[in-house]
Structures are given as structure tokens and as C-alpha cells.
């Protein structure tokens, strides 16, 4: 099983500061077949990123990721109030599918 | 627009059996793999099973594997999740999401998730 363990687990950042979330895998992610997801408050979880750095429907351009193998990089350009959440990675190249632990993002 | 909704959560005591649906909509369904994820109280995601458009193949995590079955019903819009032998942890709120990814593999993400139902296994 790929165990993936994201950094830090909260950021304390203010509107307008880029954020950026750190996704690492225990092995190497085939295909680059990793996601990301935001999830708010009693909400479900919202996809944002496939294939490591493909946009999901109607997700802003703010929203960016990148990386191959063992690493990857959500960044958010710049904070918008709405985007205080946690974010959670997940493979999707090796059984079982796996998720990261989260990272909140919380305003400082 | 593409839909997924979930009910049947509730109280049940450990040693006990539920049964979960998933009602979806806004495409077709019958080509889609189906999949439960759960997210325990102020923890994590963890996906659980998945089931193939036509129903013929599943699979499950380890830690529920043996305990839950997973099924559908095409002509209903359906996904459904039997839960037995229900332990304290495996209290959580169960999410239903469409599998997107390479037809055929296991190879998914989840697009989109139903609200979740929460299921509380509890004395």
C-alpha cells in the first residue's frame, strides 16, 4: 500500500499569500495518478486536481499542481477567503487507493 | 449535472448489520464504476469498495473485506453498501462517489461525492 504523508499539517496564512501543500508517497505514484481534493466544514470533499496537474471542472486558476513520482505540489496562488479548508492528496495508481493525511489551511 | 446522493446511516450496536444506498443521476450510469469512501469523526478519508459499471467486479479494503458487500442495481440508478459485523470503528460518515480514471482498472479518483451518511456504531 502507497502511504502518502502531507506537509505541514496546518498553514496559518492570511488572504492573498500563496499557499502551497506537499504530498510525498512511500513509492513512486504510477502515471502521476495523483489528485487532490478541498473539504470544508460539514461539507463532502471537492475534487480540484487529476493527473497531478489537470484542473478539475470549473476549478479556478489559482489552483496549480505539479510533480512526478514520489513528490507533488498543490499551490494556490493567492488565498481567497473560500479556499480555507483542508486539503487532502490521493493516489489513484496502486490498490488500494490511498489518501494523505490533510492539511488545513486556516487564516492567521 | 452529475449527482450522488446516500441514506440509510444511523445508530447501530457492534456485532450489527446496516445497509447503505446511493441513488445517482445526471449520466449513465451503468458504464460508471461506483465507490464508497469514510471519513471517521475529525479524521481522515479512507476509501472502502468500489463496484464496476456492470457490477461484476468489486473490491474492498482490507479492513472491511469480509464484513461489507458492495452492489448496484442499473435499472435503479443504485449503489449499495451491506455493512455487517459492525465495530465501534466503523463509525463514520460514508461517502458515495463516481470513479473517474482508465475504464477497466482500478485506476480512479473520486468526481463527485454524495454529502455522506453518517453511521454510528455505538452501545
Known amino acids: 500500500e502507497i502511504v502518502l504523508t502531507q506537509s505541514p499539517g496546518t498553514l496559518s496564512l492570511s488572504p492573498g499569500e500563496r499557499a502551497i501543500f506537499s504530498c510525498r508517497a512511500s513509492q513512486s505514484v504510477t502515471s502521476s495518478y495523483l489528485a487532490w481534493y478541498q473539504q470544508k466544514p460539514g461539507q463532502a470533499p471537492r475534487l480540484l486536481i487529476y493527473?497531478?496537474?489537470s484542473r478539475a471542472t470549473g476549478i479556478p486558476d489559482r489552483f496549480s499542481g505539479s510533480g512526478s513520482g514520489t513528490d507533488f505540489t498543490l499551490t494556490i496562488s493567492r488565498l481567497e477567503p473560500e479556499d480555507f479548508a483542508v486539503y487532502y492528496c490521493?493516489?489513484?495508481?496502486?490498490?488500494?487507493?490511498?489518501f494523505g493525511q490533510g492539511t488545513k489551511v486556516e487564516i492567521k | 449535472e452529475v449527482q450522488v446522493l446516500e441514506s440509510g446511516g444511523g445508530l447501530v450496536q457492534p456485532g450489527g448489520s446496516l445497509r447503505l444506498s446511493c441513488a445517482a443521476s445526471g449520466f449513465t450510469f451503468s458504464t460508471n464504476a461506483m465507490s464508497w469512501v469514510r471519513q471517521a469523526p475529525g479524521k481522515g478519508l479512507e476509501w472502502v469498495s468500489v463496484i464496476s459499471g456492470s457490477g461484476g467486479r468489486t473490491d474492498y479494503a482490507d479492513s472491511v473485506k469480509g464484513r461489507f458487500s458492495i452492489s448496484r442495481d442499473n435499472s435503479k440508478n443504485m449503489v449499495y453498501l451491506q455493512m455487517s459485523s459492525l465495530r465501534t470503528e466503523d463509525t463514520a460518515i460514508y461517502y458515495c462517489?463516481?470513479?473517474?480514471?482508465?475504464?477497466?482498472?482500478?485506476?480512479?479518483?473520486?468526481?463527485?461525492w454524495g454529502q455522506g451518511t453518517l453511521v454510528t456504531v455505538s452501545s
Open positions: 490521493q493516489q489513484y495508481g496502486n490498490s488500494p487507493r490511498t
Open positions: 493527473g497531478a496537474s
Open positions: 462517489a463516481k470513479d473517474r480514471g482508465i475504464s477497466g482498472t482500478w485506476q480512479y479518483f473520486f468526481d463527485p
